[in-house]
C-alpha cells in the first residue's frame, strides 16, 4: 500500500523544539519531490519546505527560514522536519506530500502554547 504516515507531533511551549517524522510505504521517497505542508485552523494549506529528489531545497514560507529544516534518511524511507524556536503562530496541522504525483499523510498536529 501506498502511503505517507506522520509522527512527532504534540503541545509545546514558545521557544521549543519538535521533530516530525513522515514514513512512506509502497514507494522510494528518495525518488520524488517531497514537501512539508501546514494546515493552521480556520486557513488554506501553506507549503513550508521542499526538498527535490536530487536533494536540492526550497524554502517556500520566508517566517520559517533559520527555525525549520528538512532532510530525509533514505535508509529508512522517511522524510524529516525539524522545528526549533517555535512560536504561537507555527500552531497548525503538519502534513508530508508527495508532489507528482500528489499524495499527502493524514498529518500531525503541533500546538504550540505558554
Known amino acids: 500500500e501506498v502511503q505517507l504516515v506522520e509522527s512527532g507531533g504534540g503541545m509545546v511551549q514558545p521557544g521549543g523544539s519538535l521533530r516530525l517524522s513522515c514514513a512512506a510505504s509502497?514507494?522510494?521517497?528518495?525518488?520524488?519531490?517531497m514537501s512539508w505542508v501546514r494546515q493552521a485552523p480556520g486557513k488554506g494549506p501553506e507549503w513550508v519546505l521542499g526538498?527535490?529528489?536530487?536533494?536540492?531545497?526550497?524554502y517556500y514560507a520566508d517566517s520559517v527560514k533559520g527555525r525549520f529544516t528538512i532532510s530525509r534518511d533514505n535508509a529508512k524511507n522517511t522524510l524529516y522536519l525539524q522545528i526549533d524556536s517555535l512560536k504561537s503562530e507555527d500552531t497548525a496541522l503538519y502534513y508530508c506530500a508527495r508532489e507528482r504525483p500528489y499524495m499527502r499523510g493524514q498529518g500531525t498536529q503541533v500546538t504550540v502554547s505558554s
Open positions: 526538498i527535490k529528489f536530487g536533494g536540492g531545497v526550497t
Open positions: 509502497g514507494f522510494i521517497l528518495s525518488a520524488y519531490d
